[in-house]
Every structure is written in structure tokens, then in C-alpha cells.
């Protein structure tokens, strides 16, 4: 698909917040810092459509982007370590699973992982939830470009093998 236009809708909180319900929705959801932001950014072709930072927990509100005036991407605000108050971080978790379980428009959720780290209990629980849930999912790898090819191929088996996932699917996106 050629994407010709992407744009910015609207950051959100909660339910009330969120844009009308009208297009197909695919989020974006991961560890902070692991590339969320970054992919969105690569798989429309801009650069700064979705803002990046090297700090961990910069996104954080429910991001919603127009594609092609056909679908939604979502930013979600990342999972565990994150340079922000307590305070504002435990919100994120019942913020994000209220809008995994209510919006009906969600087609699916785009996991992200950086290949350096192995899967954790925290994406294994993520993704045992959407199993529960039946929202389909697709698990993604980052920073691939930090490791050597050997590298890579060892960390995928390793990733695929602690997440039950079978042989990995190797795609370059740039």
C-alpha cells in the first residue's frame, strides 16, 4: 500500500476523548523506548509525523493518526521503565486497556520488541490478554540494525522460541 497521506487526529485519555469511531484502527504497543513512535514514523514515510525521543515514556497519551483517510494508526504509551512520575505512569495501564477493550473500530495491535531484549513476562501477558480479548496481533522487532546479522538470527530464535511463535518472518522495512 502507498501511503499518501498521513496526519495527526488527536491525543486522548479516555473513551470521551477519543475521535468519532469511523475508520479501522491498528495500535502500536510496547515496551517504552523500544520504537513505537519510530515505526509509525517508518512505515508512513515521514519523519516526524509521531514524535521520538532517546527518553524513555515520552508518549504519553493515546496518539490517533489518519492513513490515507482510509485507517487509523493508535500510539499507545509504552510499558514498564519510563522517565516520568509514578503518578502519571500508573495511569497508562488502565489508560490502555480501556481502549484495547472498548473501541469497537480496533482491528488489531502491532507489538513491538526490541530484538536486543528478550520477551519478558510482561509480553507474554500482553499477549495471552489479546488472545483472551480476540484481537489479532502481529509481533514486531526493532533495532535490528544494533546487532550483527549472526546476532540477529540467533536473538529472533531465541524471541520466537520464549514466545511460542514458531520461525520467525524476516522483513526489512527500510
Not at 495500535?27 to 514515510?45: D, E, M, Q, Y
Not at 524513555?56 to 492513513?67: A, M
Request: aromatic residues 8%.
Amino acid at each position: 500500500m502507498i501511503i499518501k497521506s498521513a496526519e495527526f487526529i488527536k491525543s486522548a485519555v479516555k473513551p470521551s476523548h477519543y475521535p468519532l469511531a469511523n475508520l479501522p484502527e491498528i495500535a502500536f504497543a510496547g515496551r517504552s523506548n523500544v520504537g513505537k513512535s519510530s515505526l509509525i514514523n517508518t512505515l508512513v514515510n515521514r519523519k516526524r509525523l509521531v514524535k521520538t525521543s532517546s527518553t524513555p515514556g515520552r508518549t504519553q497519551l493515546i496518539n490517533f493518526f489518519d492513513i490515507n483517510e482510509t485507517f487509523s494508526f493508535v500510539d499507545l504509551p509504552g510499558y514498564g521503565y519510563a522517565k516520568v512520575p509514578a503518578h502519571i505512569r500508573k495511569n497508562w495501564g488502565p489508560m490502555i486497556e480501556t481502549f484495547l477493550t472498548t473501541r469497537k473500530t480496533l482491528k488489531g495491535v502491532t507489538l513491538i520488541m526490541d530484538i536486543r531484549r528478550t520477551p519478558r513476562r510482561e509480553e507474554m501477558d500482553f499477549i495471552g490478554w489479546l488472545d483472551h480479548l480476540n484481537i489479532p496481533k502481529i509481533l514486531v522487532v526493532t533495532k535490528a540494525d544494533k546487532l550483527s546479522k549472526t546476532k540477529q538470527t540467533r536473538q529472533l530464535a531465541l524471541i520466537a522460541e520464549t514466545l511460542d511463535t514458531g520461525k520467525p518472518v524476516i522483513k526489512d522495512l527500510i
